[in-house]
């Protein structure tokens, strides 16, 4: 059974940068996974952040990015608000049997 | 813009069987391949099922395989759910996403619905 992980929480300072981390138990996170982040705040829908490992969406904040980083795809917060103050979901392609699977989230505090 | 508007919610018995529907608007449906995710409450997110833009590949988590069935009528921009022989492990808020344009990248969501499996 293939797991995705995430750190399950972490705690940032306002203006601070902190990264955010997604690893398979399959082996290297490539961009062959198509990296996707979300963010879902309480009582909200997830919303869209990264995709395919580093692309922003339209509405995704500057302060937000993607990228491969040490075998793991990684979400990298600079100049954090409070108002990121989240649940942080990855999910991965893996396409044959598996198709997608999320990451267990990381609960980020802004502190 | 983009909405998606999830129904059909609600509470079954377990072994019953439920039509979720996402009423798509805002985008050309019948291009686009879907997603249905599912929360369950306290938990993470679930990836569910997967149908291509005109429905001819679709694919689920190992969880749902022969108990769920994803479908599209494009003729009425809307994506269903049907779920069948439900468990209690299937309670959870059930969402649908647009793909962006590949398949891999999910962008919009729904609000969600909410289905409680019990007796």
């Known amino acids: 059974q293939t797991v995705v992980t995430q750190e399950p929480s972490l705690t940032v300072s306002p203006g601070g940068t902190v990264t955010l981390t997604c690893a398979s138990s399959a082996g290297a996170v490539t961009s062959g996974y198509y990296p996707n982040w979300f963010q879902q705040k309480p009582g909200q829908a997830p919303r869209a952040l990264i995709y395919?490992?580093?692309n922003k969406h339209s509405w995704t904040p500057a302060r937000f990015s993607g990228s491969l980083l040490g075998g793991k795809a990684a979400l990298t917060l600079s100049g954090v608000q409070p108002e990121d103050e989240a649940e942080y979901y990855c999910l991965l392609y893996y396409g044959g049997a598996l198709n997608w699977v999320f990451g267990g989230g990381t609960k980020l505090t802004v502190l | 813009q983009v909405q998606l508007v999830e129904s059909g919610g609600g509470v079954v018995q377990p072994g019953g069987s439920l039509r979720l529907s996402c009423a798509a608007s805002?985008?050309?449906?019948?291009?686009?391949?879907m997603h249905w995710v599912r929360q369950a409450p306290g938990k993470g997110l679930e990836w569910v099922a997967f149908?291509?833009?005109?429905?001819?590949?679709?694919y689920y988590a190992d969880s749902v395989k022969g108990r769920f069935t994803i479908s599209r009528d494009n003729s009425k921009n809307t994506l269903y759910l049907q779920m069948n022989s439900l468990r209690a492990e299937d309670t959870a808020v059930y969402y649908c996403a647009k793909e962006l344009y590949s398949g891999y990248e999910l962008d919009y969501w729904g609000q969600g619905t909410l289905v409680t499996v019990s007796s």
């Open positions: 395919s490992t580093s």
């Open positions: 149908i291509r833009y005109d429905g001819r590949n679709k």
């Open positions: 805002g985008f050309t449906f019948s291009s686009y391949a």
